[in-house]
């Protein structure tokens, strides 16, 4: 088994930034790669970000980029995004995933094999 444990969520108002850390631990495991998805209430899960972990490359959903950064530490196993200019549209849990293998969209979020618990932001205008 994988845990993700999630932890950076909380309450900003517009504008500020945050930084989520998502820290893998448990049985070795070879990752193909980590995201960021949310979910707002009565909404569905969404994708947000992910990236490569062998390469580093990167992918974000159209309403983030430019405002969010993903990164990871590959010594800690642990994957970060870095959120800027936060809007009261990204209030949501925000949950971080692995992806064990490199088949599939990196957006779609039933191709991805262990989940954190999920940690809230929620942005206030």
């Known amino acids: 088994q994988v845990q993700l444990v999630e932890t950076g969520g909380g309450l900003v108002q517009a504008g500020d930034s945050l930084r989520l850390s998502c820290a893998a631990s448990g049985r070795a495991f070879s990752t193909y790669a980590m995201g960021w998805f949310r979910q707002a209430p009565g909404k569905e899960r969404e994708f947000v970000s992910a990236i490569v972990w062998s390469s580093g490359s990167t992918y974000y959903a159209d309403y983030v980029k430019g405002r969010f950064t993903v990164s990871r530490d590959n010594a800690k196993n642990t994957v970060y995004l870095q959120m800027n200019s936060l809007i009261p549209e990204d209030t949501a849990v925000y949950y971080c995933?692995?992806?064990?293998?490199?088949?599939?969209?990196?957006?779609?979020?039933?191709?991805?094999?262990?989940w954190g618990q999920g940690t809230q932001v929620t942005v206030s205008s």
């Open positions: 995933a692995v992806k064990l293998l490199p088949f599939g969209m990196l957006t779609a979020a039933p191709r991805y094999n262990y």
